[in-house]
């Protein structure tokens, strides 16, 4: 893929328009061939990020053009068409996938929106009303709950997209973006938001911890209230609390009400 990558940066840099080059890119992705951000091939260390595959996602959102097409009953107006072919996967209508995303064989995708860049992984749920956004990487055997925002990332390129790695839970209306890293196993309770600018804090020890930027593997995470002090008084600001880990007795397919309960929280 070098000499594809290497068109798709120089056309990004202003050069000549390379459409064929960014159809490949995009037609790559589509099939599976080519991901946005994948695992170390050790599986210690961080996630590369391929930056000519954002910048071939935004070359395509400039070459395209508006179209009116039409998918079983529904109609849309819009430059980036939805994919028909979903393979093994089982995607019940009105589920959309954007051309660009690929989805594996045994993934269910209730009436939901995958995004183009995005990679959902097999036995994966994505369950209603939930949306997984621009190059997120969603691993295997995930349950993405009813109404989570899985946010996207294209910008800058090189930029990290949201991760979320096998064997997570995502409670229903949590929201996940800015490059956040769920690390494998992780259980996030209803209504957690996880943004660039959230704390996350580890409570599970004598002293608060404050984590950057990922959930640690198999960690239960519960939204938090922390008090911050402002011009007009003292008020409580949303944060993320760590409350424990999910024991090695809890099979990777329990509920979440079981993984919290596990640990005393009321649910």
């Known amino acids: 893929m070098t000499d594809l990558s290497d068109r798709?940066?120089?056309?990004?840099?202003?050069?000549?328009?390379?459409?064929?080059?960014v159809d490949a890119a995009i037609e790559l992705l589509d099939r599976g061939e080519a991901r946005l951000a994948e695992p170390p091939a050790g599986g210690d260390g961080p996630w590369s990020v391929h930056a000519w595959l954002q910048r071939a996602i935004l070359l395509y959102f400039r070459q395209a053009r508006m179209e009116a097409y039409e998918v079983g009953p529904f109609a849309?107006?819009?430059?980036?068409?939805i994919k028909r072919d979903h393979g093994g996967a089982r995607v019940v209508p009105p589920a959309t996938v954007r051309r660009g995303a690929f989805v594996e064989d045994g993934a269910v995708l209730m009436p939901s929106y995958v995004n183009i860049g995005a990679r959902v992984g097999s036995g994966t749920m994505?369950?209603?009303?939930?949306?997984?956004?621009?190059?997120?990487?969603?691993?295997?055997?995930?349950?993405?709950?009813?109404?989570?925002?899985?946010?996207?990332?294209?910008?800058?390129?090189?930029?990290?997209?949201?991760?979320?790695?096998?064997?997570?839970?995502?409670?229903?209306?949590?929201?996940v973006t800015e490059g956040i890293h769920l690390e494998r196993e992780v259980v996030l309770g209803a209504?957690?938001?996880?943004?660039?600018?959230?704390?996350?804090?580890?409570?599970?020890?004598?002293?608060?911890?404050?984590?950057?930027g990922r959930i640690p593997a198999r960690s239960v995470v519960i939204p938090g209230v922390r008090e911050r002090a402002f011009a007009a008084g003292t008020y409580g600001v949303p944060c993320a609390l760590v409350i424990g880990?999910?024991?090695?007795?809890?099979d990777r397919k329990t509920s979440l009400n079981d993984a919290l309960r596990e640990l005393g929280v009321q649910v």
């Open 8 to 21: 798709i940066d120089a056309a990004f840099a202003g050069g000549e328009p390379d459409p064929e080059a």
């Open 245 to 250: 880990t999910r024991s090695e007795q809890t």
């Open 126 to 175: 994505i369950d209603t009303w939930a949306t997984v956004g621009s190059g997120a990487q969603v691993g295997r055997d995930v349950h993405v709950a009813g109404g989570v925002g899985i946010g996207g990332v294209l910008e800058p390129p090189g930029a990290r997209p949201v991760i979320v790695e096998d064997g997570c839970f995502i409670g229903s209306r949590c929201v």
């Open 76 to 81: 849309y107006h819009d430059k980036i068409p």
């Open 191 to 212: 209504g957690v938001v996880l943004t660039a600018s959230t704390q996350v804090i580890d409570v599970t020890g004598p002293e608060p911890v404050r984590i950057e």
